[in-house]
């Protein structure tokens, strides 16, 4: 009788001593990151532009086609430009996007937020537009030059198409550089929303006025 308490004890405590090594592993385990493994980036996003100058309504319809870019643009990675013409990407950080798809929705709400013209979608919208305005976005960076404040790089090239016939009606080229407030992500990315919206802001000026100069030609 006496030898199976002995036992039972002794299996009581090589229990507990295990119970308590397993907690001290698990424990270690969620002290330590696994190799190789970080923290998940932070994402930011871009606005439409939503403040114009007064401008002439017109009474004509507008198609956004998709926009094209560059491949080394036209990833969710934000590209930063440090010295001569090659491109890196910010470790800790990305877009909700590619900026070639959060610029056409980003298009599509400014014109509407102009309050300038009734009917304006996207190319796969459900209508038949009298014009469509293509774009090419050009430059999509962030310049670092030694020693110096930040600054972004936006441009964007466009072209208006009048329908059915297709005939390029105008075409042209727009960019701004913005200073960014400081070197930090916050202020670059600001920087960032700050220079497409100038952009976007003379893209949907141009594109309305060329367009109703083409309408009543």
């Known amino acids: 009788m006496r030898a199976w308490i002995d036992m039972r004890r002794r299996s009581s405590r090589r229990d507990l001593l295990q119970a308590a090594l397993g907690a001290s ?15 998940a980036p932070r994402e930011f996003r871009l606005t439409p532009k939503t403040t114009f100058d007064e401008l002439t309504s ?7 086609g998709r926009p094209e870019t560059s491949p080394a643009i036209d990833t969710t990675r934000i590209a930063v430009v440090r010295r001569g013409v090659e ?5 800790d950080a ?3 996007d590619r900026p070639a798809a959060m ?6 709400q400014s014109f509407r937020n102009s309050d300038a013209i009734a009917v304006v979608g996207g190319d796969r919208a459900a209508f038949r537009p009298d014009f469509v305005l293509n774009t090419d976005l050009v430059a999509f960076y962030a310049l670092h030059a030694k020693g110096a404040q930040p600054e972004v790089r936006v441009v964007i090239a466009s072209s208006l198409i009048q ?7 105008g075409s042209t080229e727009i960019g701004r550089t913005v200073p960014a407030a400081g070197g930090d992500l916050n202020a670059i990315t600001a920087a960032f929303d700050d220079a497409l ?5 003379r893209v949907v000026e141009w594109t309305l006025t060329t367009g109703q100069q083409a309408s009543t030609s």
């Open 87 to 91: 491109i890196e990407y910010y470790a």
């Open 103 to 108: 610029l056409q929705p980003i298009l599509v």
């Open 58 to 64: 017109v009474a004509w319809s507008l198609a956004i």
């Open 163 to 169: 329908m059915p016939r297709r005939n390029v009606v």
């Open 25 to 39: 592993l698990l424990a270690g385990l969620a002290a330590c990151q696994l190799p190789g493994s970080r923290p």
């Open 197 to 201: 919206g100038k952009v976007v802001k």
């Open 94 to 96: 990305r877009w909700v």
